[in-house]
């Protein structure tokens, strides 16, 4: 294990599908690390390997040759269980649309991960971490609340606090902000920022606003499955 928590490393990745009889190549050769801590943006066009390089870093999918390791260990190797286990003990994820499950409140919803892990610790401690995470994200009034009487900006606040309920090793973030207007955006997005930095975890957003730029401590590029 690498003293770096959360250290994400792809060795030659290619993802490719095939559709019809044609191979199609999402990603090409991809090798990259990404380093304790980081905030790293993923930018390019639709269809340029963005959300699947997030996928494959989640464990969602498994990658046609090459590695993806997080913390030394290998997520390729594992069996479609293996990963699924891996990724409720140790992913966060935040998506465009939010996903929250509407017949649940948001200290329900938040809990969800807590309930799904197998950690002893964050299973003891999730209640008290679920209520601090609302806290933070300015919902402590709005435990009770159901999703559709939030606005876009809380529920993506939910959002947040759910991904970091298990305490992950990396929170991973597709188009975070597309749902919302710009201003709603950039306060979700700097808490986002900070509270991953203060849980010390790395943070991998794919992202099309360049304004993302300005707060990452790094950008990737992505065009035609290659990193550019």
Do not use: W
């Amino acid at each position: 294990m690498s003293d770096c928590i959360g250290l994400i490393t792809l060795d030659h990745v290619t993802k490719a599908y095939e559709e019809g009889g044609i191979t199609r190549t999402i990603l090409r050769d991809v090798s990259i690390e990404f380093g304790c801590g980081e905030f790293v943006v993923l930018l390019g066009k639709s269809g340029s390997g963005k959300s699947t390089l997030l996928n494959l870093i989640g464990g969602i999918d498994a990658p046609t040759s090459g590695d993806v390791r997080i913390d030394g260990c290998s997520i390729t190797r594992m069996s479609d269980k293996e990963r699924t286990l891996y990724r409720r003990n140790h992913i966060g994820f935040i998506f465009q649309a939010f996903n929250l499950i509407p017949t649940l409140s948001v200290m329900e919803n938040v809990l969800l991960p807590v309930e799904l892990s197998s950690n002893e610790r964050v299973q003891r401690d999730g209640k008290a971490r679920a209520r601090d995470l609302l806290e933070k994200v300015g919902l402590r009034t709005r435990l009770d609340t159901f999703p559709d009487r939030l606005s876009g900006g809380e529920q993506q606040r939910v959002a947040i606090a759910r991904a970091l309920a298990n305490d992950p090793l990396v929170v991973l973030a597709d188009e975070p902000t597309g749902n919302l207007d710009a201003e709603t955006g950039r306060v979700v997005l700097n808490l986002l920022d900070t509270l991953t930095r203060q849980a010390g975890r790395n943070l991998v957003m794919v992202t099309h606003s360049e304004e993302v730029i300005g707060i990452a401590d790094r950008v990737l590029r992505l065009k035609d499955g290659q990193l550019v």
